[in-house]
């Protein structure tokens, strides 16, 4: 009889235990990103009044920016959970095309880019989503996330093949025929992905913004709207919106959108405007600029903590809805940051932290600290837990023992380009015909004299400049003639250009071409007769630097060249930061992704390198360093982002 009893007893704990399971999936499969089992799939996000419903019941947006493509995949739900845990409702992403897009062909949706994944672990995690696919997005990227090409597509007269900035006349952002191909090619592709993830469809998208900011850009009276009905045509159905600073309130609106504003402190003549032109509506702020991007030379800039919350208070304190433009800000890994054009031309830095309540590390600042205390007033459930931090590890530092002068490296690049004329690299016949997007450009040609070299301010962006592989100066923004030691045998004329960021925003968008862009004069004379390398850096190139010649590392190395050397983890891979003192500018590559631009002009000291990019066991470290090093790179557990101004 005890057997039986214990039997008995065992079977009604798997009962239990299975009937529990069972109610827990039902659970997760049924409940919306708010938690409730029950909700309205039928009524999306609707304006009533002075306040927005979603599935038919009062609801404020509490948002966050959050960009999936500016950290490591394995890291998108920790920020995810962590914005939660902050007391946001929803999540606010950017679709950045030239990252998807880098070549025509098929679009890119895997790794890092796979935007499905992203809605799977915003809706798994709770959050809505609010959609900004472009084409243009702006977020500091490099021409404001427009790639730097078009693409094929058949027309009903010709076979149309433009590209965005190999062609003179390119007119972005306006229905402009090579750009409207372009853009119905990129959106055929992404707009399929991102429908099935829809409010209405049961997924976590309640809002599709149209365009972005284009109130400062407007050139042309049809394009917001050929935007608004491209998306509509493709099954978007949910409520769309526009979104714009002062500048641009007046004019980037359009019929069907809701218009929304930016802004960093309460302008009320801004909230008026949008009150008379769009009344008997809520009150949305886009982008409430929690801080700002930095430009190399400059300094980092930070939004005091009690400033940006006196705003957040007074914005929900009339009513308003919310986003956090950033929540969290990530990094520019490789060549995506974007550059300022006024007052005059300033690339941005890699570090992407954006004085963003949660910093570029994923660490929780005392902006994340008080706003989660104010929000906490506006949940009408009590607030998950804060998760654990990401620990940072110090590294033993790693000495780079090989040395591969620039001069070495040119076999390993695409083939050598002659041209009678300076091509610029988007014109160059490389990359399957769709040009150089990034990196440096060398240009080499032959001079038989020295004398006056100017630049004619068509050197975009910044050069060194040889004579025999012989460092003599640097072209840039505001450098634009050099002295050419005089010689009368024929000379190597050398010049390597470097892409450092295109405009991201502004009206000279349609002007970013990169490399030499226009004659360079010697004497008055033009120099003719290039031959040009390609020198993009990419996996593929980093990778192919194996077979080169690679030396030990000499008492005095030639400039500029890679340095190689490794670091050893032991153990599962932490977080950390790579401070080079003693270098001077150039890019690092970990296990041959790109990490970044470094410069001793700063303000950024150090470059964050995630644990998910590192290998347990051996890592290759590979610089490319344009004047001086040290041969040793450090690893830190903190950040440095420099000497600071306050906003």
């Given amino acids: 009889m005890a057997v039986f009893g214990i039997r ?9 235990l299975f009937l529990s399971l069972m109610c827990f ?71 950045p095309w030239s990252l998807h897009q880098p070549e025509k062909g098929e679009l890119r949706f895997q790794g890092g880019l796979d935007i499905e994944s992203f809605l799977h672990l915003a809706a798994e995690v709770g959050l809505w ?75 976590p998208i309640i809002a ?25 045509e493709r099954g978007i159905s949910e409520i769309l919106l526009t979104s714009d600073d002062h500048e641009g309130l007046k004019y980037g609106g359009v019929q069907g959108a809701l218009r929304t504003l930016n802004l960093q402190k309460i302008n009320h003549d801004d909230i008026k405007y949008l009150e008379t032109v769009q009344p008997n509506s809520p009150v949305l702020v886009m982008e409430l600029w929690t801080g700002r991007s930095d430009g190399w030379g400059g300094l980092h800039h930070s939004l005091p903590a009690e400033d940006l919350v006196a705003v957040v208070r007074e914005i929900l304190r009339r009513g308003m809805s919310i986003n956090l433009y950033m929540f969290h800000g990530g990094t520019n890994f490789g060549f995506m940051n974007g550059a300022l054009a006024n007052p005059s031309y300033k690339a941005l830095v890699t570090s992407y932290d954006y004085d963003a ?23 009408s459930e009590i607030l998950p837990e804060m998760p654990g931090l990401h620990w940072k590890e110090e590294y033993e530092a790693a000495i780079l023992f090989q040395h591969l002068s620039l001069w070495d490296a040119l076999p390993y690049t695409h083939e050598p380009f002659k041209s009678q004329f300076p091509v610029n690299m988007e014109n160059l016949p490389v990359n399957n015909g769709n040009g150089q997007a990034y990196g440096y450009t060398l240009y080499e040609t032959t001079i038989i004299r020295g004398g006056s070299l100017k630049s004619g301010r068509n050197i975009q962006d910044r050069a060194l400049v040889f004579v025999n592989q012989s460092f003599i100066g640097i072209f840039h923004h505001r450098n634009v003639e050099l002295a050419v030691p005089d010689g009368k045998e024929k000379r190597t004329l050398g010049l390597l250009v470097e892409n450092c960021g ?33 020198l993009d850096m990419t996996p593929d190139f980093i990778d192919s630097l194996y077979r080169a010649p690679w030396k030990s590392v000499p008492n005095k190395p030639s400039f500029p060249g890679f340095f190689q050397g490794r670091l050893f983890v032991n153990g599962y891979p932490s977080d950390t930061f790579i401070k080079l003192p003693g270098w001077s500018k150039g890019v690092v590559f970990i296990n041959g992704q790109n990490i970044g631009r470094y410069w001793d002009a700063g303000p950024q000291q150090a470059l964050f390198l995630p644990g998910p990019f590192l290998n347990s ?17 450090q690893f830190e557990g903190s950040p440095d982002l420099g000497m600071t101004v306050d906003i």
């Fill in 129 to 203: 989503v609010i959609l900004r696919p472009g084409p243009y997005i702006g977020s500091h990227l490099d021409l404001g996330g427009l790639p730097r090409w078009s693409s094929n597509r058949q027309s009903t007269k010709q076979s149309l093949q433009v590209w965005l900035l190999r062609d003179r006349d390119m007119m972005l952002r306006t229905t402009y025929p090579g750009f409207i191909v372009a853009v119905n090619v990129y959106f055929d592709k992404l707009i399929p992905k991102v429908v099935p993830f829809q409010f209405k469809k049961g997924g």
């Fill in 357 to 379: 309540p949660l910093s570029e590390a994923g660490d929780y600042t005392p902006k994340y600290h008080l706003l989660r205390d104010l929000l906490s007033n506006f949940n």
């Fill in 25 to 95: 999936i039902i659970y997760r499969h049924f409940r919306g990103p708010t938690g409730n089992i029950k909700i309205n799939r039928s009524m999306g996000l609707r304006v009533n009044s002075s306040q927005f419903t979603l599935g038919g019941k009062p609801f404020r947006i509490l948002g966050g920016s959050l960009h999936y493509f500016r950290l490591p995949k394995a890291y998108w739900k920790d920020r995810m959970v962590k914005m939660k845990a902050c007391g946001l409702n929803t999540l606010t992403v950017d679709v």
């Fill in 208 to 232: 599709v913004q149209v365009e972005n900011k284009y109130g400062s850009h407007a050139r042309d009276g049809n394009y917001m709207s050929f935007i608004k009905e491209a998306f509509q």
């Fill in 502 to 534: 295109r405009v991201h925003y502004s009206k000279d968008m349609d002007n970013q071409r990169k490399g030499i862009v226009g004659n360079i004069l010697l004497n008055h004379t033009p120099l003719r007769d290039f031959t040009i390398y390609s």
């Fill in 617 to 633: 066991g051996m890592n290759q470290v590979i610089v490319f360093e344009e004047a001086e090093a040290d041969f040793k790179i």
């Fill in 8 to 16: 008995n007893n065992h079977r009604r704990r798997y009962v239990i």
